[in-house]
């Protein structure tokens, strides 16, 4: 079953709305609209085109929050152009392989060459598969076999 699963297209999978924004928005907009859908990344769309991607990671990292304007800029100043994306035909297999080669935590679904559909995170993922393998998820009570036996799990 686990094969089956990593060979399904990203397509199959049951996937959350995705936050989709245009250039233009200020990121305090943004931000609101990650947290209103409970997201951890947007997409930066134009005339239904991926142009780029805001994650929590570039909140963190690229935006200087010493700057108290820094809620009125556009997400495109900060925002990464050109993303790493899946199509909506790859498996699961290959959005897990991008997602670690990358040390990303979402992706941008595209069908065509540009045209936004969705995004795919670890969360969606996870989330499937612990719901078709429960019995390796819910561990209760514990499996003496995945018991740590040194300090800090080791």
């Not at 936050?19 to 609101?32: I, K, R």
């Not at 559909?117 to 670890?122: A, D, F, L, N, W």
């Not at 989330?127 to 800090?152: G, K, T, V």
Request: hydrophobic share 45%; no cysteine.
């Amino acid at each position: 079953m686990l094969e089956n699963i990593a060979t399904m297209p990203i397509s199959e999978l049951p996937l959350r709305d995705s936050v989709q924004v245009p250039s233009t928005a200020t990121l305090g907009a943004v931000v609101d609209a990650m947290h209103a859908k409970r997201h951890g990344a947007a997409m930066v769309v134009e005339r239904g085109e991926l142009i780029g991607i805001f994650s929590e990671r570039d909140l963190i990292h690229r935006v200087d929050h010493a700057d108290p304007a820094w809620q009125d800029l556009p997400v495109a100043e900060v925002m990464t152009a050109m993303p790493m994306i899946i199509r909506e035909d790859d498996t699961v297999a290959e959005a897990l392989r991008r997602m670690n080669v990358g040390k990303r935590r979402h992706l941008p679904i595209i069908r065509d060459r540009s045209t936004a559909v969705g995004m795919i995170s670890i969360r969606d993922i996870l989330s499937y598969l612990a719901s078709r393998f429960p019995a390796h998820f819910i561990n209760l009570p514990p499996d003496p076999e995945h018991e740590a036996h040194a300090p800090w799990g080791g």
